[in-house]
């Protein structure tokens, strides 16, 4: 008997040399992994009481997980897809969009945040549906590519608390709207086509579009936007960059390659950091040889790529707590969520080509930029080479000449009266 379980003992020894468990001591940095259900994908935290809320898009299910207590709260089935979940940190509403086939329908479920509780179902069209909030004007925007919408809906009641009485109107911008971020400080609503790879900007008192502005190809959702800087971050996953935008401005300031086909982002870190998911396969594929496992590294002031980091398969939405010092990533093909400690000492693999890539993508937009000012400069100077040179003929034109004719050739002698 004691001999069986000394070889026992020596057989399982030999197989945890043979396959060693990956990880790291401490659980650093990977200091957690959530299994709640198929494909997770996009992701919301409330700043306040820190619960993550995870949609999963081959189930509809959406799940509260409390990352303090290690527990879920509770999980609802919301129709056969959910596309995306936000939340409103001071309410705790969260806002999900789900698509049910048997009913061929789509819904924006406004639950609580506490409970998983239906509040409100309101209809809105067909498509991988983004949502923005404004919680200013205490507006919800739906994106609906299939419909070429945005739904816009306006909660006369209820954004904070009791029944929830809402208004709806259309917004149409582009062929196929997905994208969706707001800013409320400036009042300005942004929305990404996927057909025409543009960004349009757009006023949110009149629904007017200001501006547009081109980006790389595949923006995606879920747009991430700063309204203490007013950057505006986009996800491009067939470009394979990540685009910033300055929204004072309304100019790009930044296009940084990540690759392969990133997906999700997290900006709001308490290092400062960018978190780049990088998904691996191009949006819309169904096959998972190409999927990839990690998660890019982007410093937030200078928008240099510090390294990428191994977290599993099929990254797709980011999401992060600064309070918490924690970084979501949903595994899509894992299925799985995997939390992340947001430190500046997380052990990033260096891409030199990256590197090389990101130092020539800004040279390229430096000298686009030095070319526009040359030639507006030019432009400048031969206008007023023109006017200079077209200056004196007009005052000659303006001034009156004296003719030969008009004066007399004697002086007229005038005596005084006497």
């Not at 048997?102 to 549906?129: E, M, Q, R, V, Y």
Request: hydrophobic share 40%; glycine share 8%; charged share 20%.
């Amino acid at each position: 008997m004691v001999r069986r379980t000394w070889y026992l003992f020596f057989l399982l020894l030999l197989i945890v040399m043979m396959f060693p468990v990956p990880g790291y001591a401490d659980g650093f940095p990977i200091v957690g992994t959530l299994h709640s259900g198929k494909r997770p994908e996009a992701m919301a935290v409330d700043t306040q009481t820190h619960l993550l809320y995870i949609a999963h898009e081959a189930s509809g299910v959406v799940v509260a997980f409390d990352p303090v207590r290690g527990n879920m709260r509770w999980r609802n089935t919301l129709g056969d897809v959910a596309t995306d979940v936000q939340v409103d940190s001071v309410s705790h509403h969260v806002y999900v969009t789900a698509t049910s086939y048997g009913s061929k329908k789509s819904d924006l479920f406004i639950l609580d945040g506490a409970t998983g509780g239906i509040l409100s179902t309101l209809p809105t069209g067909p498509g991988d549906n983004g949502i923005a909030l404004d919680r200013k004007r205490h507006q919800a925007f739906v994106s609906s590519g299939d419909d070429g919408v945005v739904y816009v809906f306006t909660l006369q009641s209820g954004w904070q608390s009791g029944p929830i009485r809402a208004t709806t109107s259309q917004l149409h911008i582009g062929p196929h709207p997905q994208g969706l971020g707001v800013n409320s400080r400036l009042g300005r609503l942004y929305v990404t086509d996927t057909a025409e790879h543009k960004l349009f900007i757009v006023d949110e008192q009149s629904l007017h579009t200001l501006t547009t502005l081109p980006l790389a190809n595949a923006p995606l959702h879920p747009l991430r936007v700063d309204e203490t800087t007013g950057r505006v971050y986009i996800v491009c996953s067939s470009g394979q960059e990540l685009d910033v935008v300055d929204g004072n401005k309304n100019q790009m300031i930044a296009r940084v390659p990540v690759k392969p086909h990133p997906e999700g982002i997290a900006f709001n870190t308490a290092t400062g950091r960018i978190y780049v998911a990088d998904e691996g396969s191009n949006e819309g594929s169904q096959s998972e040889r190409d999927s990839g496992t990690t998660i890019t590294v982007i410093d937030g002031k200078t928008f240099d790529v510090l390294g990428t980091m191994q977290v599993g398969k099929a990254p797709d939405g980011v999401e992060s707590d600064p309070a918490l010092r924690r970084v979501y990533v949903a595994l899509e093909d894992s299925d799985a969520v995997v939390e992340v400690s947001d430190s500046i000492d997380l052990p990033l693999k260096v891409d030199t080509t990256l590197r090389q890539a990101v130092a020539a993508r800004r040279a390229v937009f430096l000298l686009q930029q030095a070319a526009i000012i040359t030639l507006v400069v030019m432009l400048l100077t031969v206008v007023w080479a023109t006017l200079s040179a077209l200056s004196p003929r007009w005052r000659a034109r303006e001034s009156p000449r004296i003719q030969q004719g008009d004066v007399s050739s004697r002086s007229e002698i005038h005596s005084l009266p006497r």
